[in-house]
């Protein structure tokens, strides 16, 4: 079965824009996480969504929203982008939400903000 | 709060030789623990995982066990190959998919 898509897999933005992000999980999967990768800060929750609800969120500014569809696709959103904010952003897809669920992840989307 | 410490890389090593990544965590309560897997260009591979104390996880010749007493979950494998080259990442979750990695150990294996 196809496994986690993100899209676009590779884009530049400059400051003060804003990006979307997209996430397809597997099919069956409810439970949609986000995560931030960068050299310095390593792998960082974003936010969980699980049936269209946003579960968890991490300690990130507001500048940084998702949501979640109907057929568990999800989004995240970054507004008003700084040269920070330039990283891998990996998705990941799991059966339900809790603690010992496996994430599947997407090979992510990677922001180069200049 | 919940958090992971694993050795700084990198690591190379030889085709065939013996590897032990170490990896401590701190938390409450019983974590589920995990250690996944990245190749260049590709996204988090779950390796193996263990759910409680004792618990040995394993897959493709890689184990790790659950130290409660130690608070451990060291990564090691008998005989590594040059395809086993890529950064390896241990986890820690509690009640939700808000998971808390370590800063990831990049391995070389050289033929």
């Known amino acids: 079965k196809a496994g986690v898509t993100q899209t676009p897999r590779y884009l530049i933005k400059t400051r003060g824009q804003q990006v979307t992000l997209s996430c397809s999980p597997i099919?069956?999967?409810?439970?949609v996480s986000w995560y931030q990768q960068t050299p310095g800060q390593g792998l960082q929750f974003l936010f969980e969504?699980?049936?269209?609800?946003?579960?968890n969120k991490g300690n990130f500014p507001g500048r940084f929203s998702g949501r979640q569809f109907s057929n568990s696709r999800s989004e995240m959103n970054v507004s008003t982008l700084e040269l920070g904010d330039s990283a891998l952003y990996l998705c990941a897809s799991s059966l339900e939400t809790g603690g010992a669920n496996v994430l599947t992840f997407g090979a992510g989307s990677r922001l180069t903000v200049l | 709060g919940d958090s992971v410490t694993q050795m700084e890389g990198p690591v190379t090593l030889s085709e065939e030789a013996f590897l032990t990544i170490n990896c401590t965590y701190t938390?409450?309560?019983?974590?589920?623990l995990f250690w996944y897997v990245q190749y260049p260009g590709e996204g988090l591979q779950l390796l193996l995982k263990a759910t409680k104390a004792d618990d040995k996880g394993s897959n493709k010749g890689f184990e790790a066990t659950y130290r409660k007493e130690t608070t451990s979950f060291h990564l090691e494998k008998g005989s590594v190959q040059v395809s086993d080259s890529a950064v390896y990442f241990c986890a820690l979750s509690h009640n939700n998919n808000d998971m808390r990695f370590g800063a990831g150990t990049r391995l070389t294996v050289k033929p």
């Open positions: 969504y699980f049936s269209e609800t946003q579960r």
């Open positions: 099919s069956g999967h409810r439970s």
């Open positions: 938390a409450t309560g019983y974590p589920s």
